[in-house]
């Protein structure tokens, strides 16, 4: 809407990511923990995020780097990475998910552009998406229900004030007992790890942050893939929980236009710290893909 050159968000299974990829603009989730929390009302403390959007990937850095409050950092980002040999991975069980054709085709087209520009894609063996998903639902229902109980005391007092999806959702997430959330969580280290590991013969993951277009403001809940209805949360937060149940820096930035008009989003995602390295690779690839940041949001 060009109504801010940035903003401050957060981002606990991809609320950063979602939005910049939706809107056609550029946001960043940070390595978790790199950006002090105090002063945000927690959703799930082990997993959320404080991060940066912005209309391209060079005005995020310098944002990150005040909120990070690292004055050894470099005040502005070095020139844009160079793509020759530079080692990208794709994540088919990352990636391999529900989506539209049109989306589809939109993410294998920018890989094509990546390979084109001397870049090397090295096909990664990750967890699947559905793994991350399934500790991510009980880590984030269970803290959640800590959040509104304990630390904001006015859950289920208040309850009636609760929209139906947040009120629903957390109905469902009391059931989730202190055992299980511990199994969860330990299992989210070591999916978290795998995923690490995984990651370390390439300087960063490219995936899609979602294959369905955003949904319509008379059914703000749903979006319609090969004529079905589908939850929003289940058609998107499959691509973009790995990197918070990890803790990866991961930046999402446009990558072109879809058949119907509306822009279409990737993520880079890099290892806990790298989160320049993310940003300047990523900065290269959104010039490679050629999507102006004044024409991307108004399409």
């Not at 119907?260 to 390295?277: H, I, N």
Request: negative net charge.
């Amino acid at each position: 809407a060009r109504m801010v050159p940035v903003c401050v968000a957060t981002d606990t299974g991809g609320s950063i990511r979602i939005a910049s990829a939706f809107c056609g603009v550029a946001g960043i989730k940070p390595t978790y923990g790199t950006v002090p929390s105090r002063g945000v009302v927690p959703l799930a403390p082990s997993l959320d995020t404080v991060g940066v959007i912005a209309r391209q990937v060079g005005d995020l850095w310098p944002v990150l780097r005040v909120m990070q409050g690292r004055d050894e950092l470099p005040t502005t980002a070095a020139p844009a990475r160079d793509l020759v040999g530079c080692r990208i991975g794709m994540a088919p069980r990352l990636a391999n998910l529900l989506g539209e054709p049109d989306r589809v085709r939109a993410y294998e087209g920018a890989l094509v552009w990546c390979q084109r520009a001397g870049v090397h894609l090295i096909e990664l063996v990750t967890p699947k998406a559905e793994d991350f998903r399934a500790v991510f639902s009980i880590v984030q229902g269970f803290e959640a229900v800590q959040t509104h109980t304990r630390t904001l005391g006015i859950y289920p007092g208040r309850k009636d004030r609760y929209g139906a999806d947040v009120a629903e959702r957390l109905a469902w997430a009391c059931a989730i007992t202190e055992s299980e959330y511990r199994v969860a969580r330990r299992r989210a280290d070591q999916l978290g790890r795998e995923l690490q590991s995984a990651m370390g013969e390439v300087d960063a993951m490219l995936t899609p942050v979602a294959l369905t277009a955003p949904p319509f403001l008379h059914s703000p809940d749903t979006v319609s893939i090969d004529g079905r209805e589908v939850a929003v949360r289940d058609a998107v937060m499959g691509f973009t929980v790995p990197q918070n149940v990890a803790g990866l820096p991961t930046v999402s930035f446009p990558a072109g236009l879809c058949e119907d008009g509306l822009p279409f989003g990737v993520q880079l995602t890099a290892l806990p710290g790298r989160d320049l390295d993310a940003l300047l690779l990523a900065e290269s690839l959104e010039q490679l893909l050629n999507v102006p940041a004044e024409d991307s949001g108004a399409r």
